[in-house]
């Protein structure tokens, strides 16, 4: 072998060296191994989702909540893993209506492939295949990610932020995920669609400060709407409403019109009116100057890649709410 073919050979070598260890998501992971694998999501999306349409936005949930601690490697899946409860104790009921579903996706893709794809793309590809299904936008699904084994109550808590957050604390828990103020706006408008219950908003229409009063940063003529309508009293944690009234099935612009008429419903929706930077990205998506569904496309792919679990990394789940024995 000459010099240079073995100089080529050692770069080869070293390329697939590094290659293995820092394996990284691509499209079509799955081709060779199990190449019906997207095609059964996707069938059974669009075949499914259209007799309980909501599930889309909560699958939309429960991929950003699974990607927000430790990387979307489907632990908002399991059931508990150690003595702690598990990451889905800390978001009562989002997880209840979708199990069965993921579950049934997984059980299809098993039956063509053992052990091959992992519940984290499974659920990564429901969430984009439902939105998609139910008209809104689409987005690149590189695959790869390995599933955890580990989920913590603890650690939603601390990296999931609350509806109470403020802009300071979502600057700091997206940048904590690799995402930046543009993602942080464009993300949150994935509130466009889906519904939320009373109590994830009601202190701001009773109880604000604690002496009994309601949040100034809210539309006073929609805070009583919905305590006349909707939230008749801050115990309600039964009631949900439409975080954008009217519209709530349409992924469109109409949840940043809300935001600038005061009529988010969370506190973490109104603080992102209260920067001049994430206002001005507010005006342009409205404006169409930044266009919203490519913008939302490329921060949810930005947020599906960051921190996965890759190569050896984790672990192919059998059952996507236990690790395997
Ligand atoms: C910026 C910080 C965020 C906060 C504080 C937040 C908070 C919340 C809360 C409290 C609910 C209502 C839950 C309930 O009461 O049942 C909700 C619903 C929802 N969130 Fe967010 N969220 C945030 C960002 C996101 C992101 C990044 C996405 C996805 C890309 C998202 C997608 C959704 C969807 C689709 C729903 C409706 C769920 C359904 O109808 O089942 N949220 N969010
Ligand atoms: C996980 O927990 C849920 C709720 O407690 C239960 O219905 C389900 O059967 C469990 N799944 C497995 C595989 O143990
Ligand atoms: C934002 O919220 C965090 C966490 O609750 C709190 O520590 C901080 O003081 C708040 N910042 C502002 C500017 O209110
Ligand atoms: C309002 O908040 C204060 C302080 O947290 C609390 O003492 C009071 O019981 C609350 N009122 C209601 C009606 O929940
Ligand atoms: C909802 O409210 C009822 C009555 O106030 C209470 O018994 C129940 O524990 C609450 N549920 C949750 C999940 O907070
Ligand atoms: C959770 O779901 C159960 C059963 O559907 C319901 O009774 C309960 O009120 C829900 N809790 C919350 C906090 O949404």
């Keep these: 072998m000459g010099k240079i073919g073995c100089f080529g050979t050692l770069i080869i070598g070293l390329l697939a060296f590094v290659g293995s260890t820092e394996a990284q998501l691509t499209m079509?992971?799955?081709?060779?191994?199990?190449?019906?694998?997207?095609?059964?999501?996707?069938?059974?999306?669009?075949?499914?989702?259209?007799?309980?349409?909501?599930?889309a936005a909560?699958?939309?949930r429960m991929h950003f909540h699974d990607c927000f601690v430790r990387g979307c490697d489907?632990?908002?899946?399991?059931?508990?893993?150690?003595?702690?409860?598990?990451?889905?104790?800390?978001?009562?009921?989002?997880?209840?209506?979708?199990?069965?579903?993921?579950?049934?996706?997984?059980?299809?893709?098993?039956?063509?492939?053992p052990g091959i794809v992992s519940c984290a793309d499974i659920l990564t590809l429901v969430a984009r295949d439902s939105i998609v299904a139910t008209g809104g936008p689409s987005w690149r699904v590189p695959t790869?990610?390995?599933?955890?084994?580990?989920?913590?109550?603890?650690?939603?808590?601390?990296?999931?932020?609350?509806?109470?957050?403020?802009f300071t604390s979502l600057q700091t828990v997206f940048s904590n995920q690799g995402l930046d103020l543009k993602d942080l706006v464009v993300l949150s408008g994935a509130h466009t669609i889906g519904l939320a219950?009373?109590?994830?908003?009601?202190?701001?229409?009773?109880?604000?400060?604690?002496?009994?009063?309601?949040d100034p940063a809210l539309?006073?003529?929609?805070?009583?709407?919905?305590?006349?309508?909707?939230c008749k009293s801050i115990n309600d944690n039964t009631t949900k409403v439409e975080m954008d009234p009217g519209?709530?099935?349409?992924f469109d612009l109409s949840y940043y019109t809300l935001l600038l008429k005061r009529r988010g419903l969370f506190e973490s929706d109104a603080a992102l009116t209260t920067t001049s930077n994430t206002l001005a990205t507010i005006n342009q998506l409205l404006q169409g100057s930044l266009d919203f569904y490519s913008e939302?496309?490329?921060?949810m792919e930005k947020m599906g890649r960051n921190n996965v679990k890759t190569g050896s990394d984790g672990e192919i789940r059998k059952q996507c709410a236990l690790v395997n024995s």
């Design 247 to 250: 519209s709530r099935k349409t």
């Design 197 to 214: 219950h009373c109590s994830s908003f009601s202190n701001r229409l009773y109880n604000f400060t604690g002496i009994g009063d309601q």
């Design 58 to 60: 909560t699958f939309l």
């Design 74 to 113: 489907a632990s908002v899946l399991l059931n508990t893993t150690s003595g702690e409860q598990p990451e889905k104790a800390a978001t009562p009921n989002l997880t209840l209506r979708g199990f069965d579903f993921i579950d049934r996706v997984k059980s299809l893709v098993e039956a063509e492939c």
């Design 144 to 166: 790869g990610r390995r599933d955890g084994l580990i989920s913590k109550f603890s650690e939603a808590m601390s990296n999931i932020p609350p509806p109470s957050s403020n």
């Design 28 to 55: 079509g992971f799955y081709d060779n191994s199990c190449p019906k694998a997207e095609k059964i999501v996707q069938d059974f999306v669009n075949q499914h989702i259209h007799n309980a349409p909501s599930l």
């Design 219 to 230: 539309d006073a003529e929609y805070a009583t709407n919905l305590k006349a309508k909707k």
């Design 296 to 299: 939302f496309s490329m921060s």
